[in-house]
């Protein structure tokens, strides 16, 4: 399971920036990586995981602005295509499935 956090934020004025930067900082301290500039992922083992983070994610909206939370599937994720210019790019990398037996 991987959570997407999708946002677009403003930035005009010092009070904005500071908002973005800090949410921003708190996903990367949550464990999501950037995707794109405003995409950020996390991989997670469980419905039951993904939903701490997403409550997490709502715990520091901001104010102002727009904040999108999506779940996908492993093989969902594992069937983006990412092209760069007009280059195929080579696929995220699957994250870690841990095995209890």
């Not at 991987?2 to 946002?7: D, G, N, T």
């Not at 677009?8 to 949410?23: G, H, V």
């Not at 991989?43 to 939370?69: F, M, T, W």
């Not at 599937?73 to 095995?99: C, H, M, R, V």
Request: glycine letters at 6%; a positive charge; hydrophobic letters at 40%.
């Amino acid at each position: 399971m991987w959570v997407l956090v999708l946002f677009d934020l403003p930035t005009e004025t010092k009070k904005d920036r500071k908002a973005y930067a800090d949410f921003r900082k708190n996903l990367q301290r949550d464990g999501f990586t950037m995707f794109q500039f405003s995409i950020y992922v996390r991989h997670c083992a469980s419905q039951e995981n993904a939903d701490v983070h997403i409550k997490r994610v709502k715990s520091i909206l901001p104010e102002y602005g727009k904040i999108g939370i999506m779940c996908i599937t492993d093989k969902q994720f594992g069937n983006i295509e990412l092209f760069y210019g007009q280059k195929s790019a080579s696929k995220p990398e699957a994250g870690i499935q841990l095995e209890l037996f």
